[in-house]
């Protein structure tokens, strides 16, 4: 079993519609990331955060820190919304944040 | 900004030979990352430098593989000697650490590496 679980693995969603991509994690962590990568290959910071939510546009991030899970949204889906999302968690070892280990991904399609 | 700058952009080699990425970060930056990103593995963090010293190499997959950062602006991954199973997109990626090692990261356009 992956560390860091994402779900789902694809999705096709029609712009307007409002995504949702979830983050599961088995191991303590001192802060969560999403990064998106573009069909190009460039890859963007979205968020860090260790608890509550974020938003920033129509992104709005969510973490629930007991329940070790994170929620990446998206409202008003457009198709440049089109990319791969990636799910980091910043693992906790002896009390100090090290080790950064990524999720596979979720590769969002929206059409018009 | 110029942002996080990598050259070579492609990269393509023949098994044996060496091969020597660069990476200039974010100025002001004091964290630097280098990542590897493969089909069957995804993207994996090699070794990340803060303040040019090297705080954690427990991701460089083997003696094959070294990073350096002589100064706050340049950092390179070399790989000596090359073989197919290193082909991947190796990117890097720099951010400034004020409470943790992990702030935001920006990342570069990554070099994609071919190694024949």
């Known amino acids: 079993k992956n560390e860091v679980e994402q779900s789902p693995q694809n999705l096709t969603a029609q712009e307007g519609e409002f995504i949702t991509i979830n983050c599961s994690y088995s191991?303590?962590?001192?802060?969560l990331h999403w990064l998106q990568q573009h069909p190009g290959g460039g890859i963007v910071s979205l968020f860090m955060?260790?608890?509550g939510k974020k938003k920033h546009g129509r992104l709005i991030a969510t973490i629930n820190i007991q329940e070790k899970h994170s929620s990446l949204h998206i409202t008003a889906s457009h198709p440049r919304d089109s990319a791969v999302y990636i799910c980091?968690?910043?693992?906790?070892?002896?009390?100090?944040?090290?080790?950064?280990?990524f999720g596979t991904g979720t590769r969002l399609q929206v059409t018009l | 900004d110029a942002g996080v700058i990598q050259s070579p952009r492609h990269e393509v080699t023949e098994m044996g030979q060496e091969v020597t990425l660069r990476c200039k970060p974010i100025s002001g930056h004091n964290s630097l990352f280098w990542y590897r990103q493969t089909m069957m593995r995804g993207l994996e963090l090699l070794i990340y430098?803060?303040?040019?010293?090297?705080?954690?190499d427990s991701g460089m997959p083997e003696d094959r593989f070294s990073a350096k950062m002589p100064n706050a602006s340049f950092s390179t991954l070399k790989i000596q000697p090359s073989e197919p199973r290193d082909s991947a997109v190796y990117f890097c990626?720099?951010?400034?650490?004020?409470?943790?090692?992990?702030?935001?990261?920006?990342f570069g356009p990554g070099t994609r590496l071919t190694v024949l």
């Open positions: 191991v303590g962590i001192s802060a």
């Open positions: 430098f803060n303040n040019n010293v090297p705080i954690d």
């Open positions: 955060l260790s608890s």
């Open positions: 990626a720099s951010s400034f650490r004020a409470s943790g090692p992990w702030d935001t990261q920006y």
């Open positions: 980091a968690v910043t693992q906790l070892s002896g009390g100090t944040a090290s080790k950064l280990t």
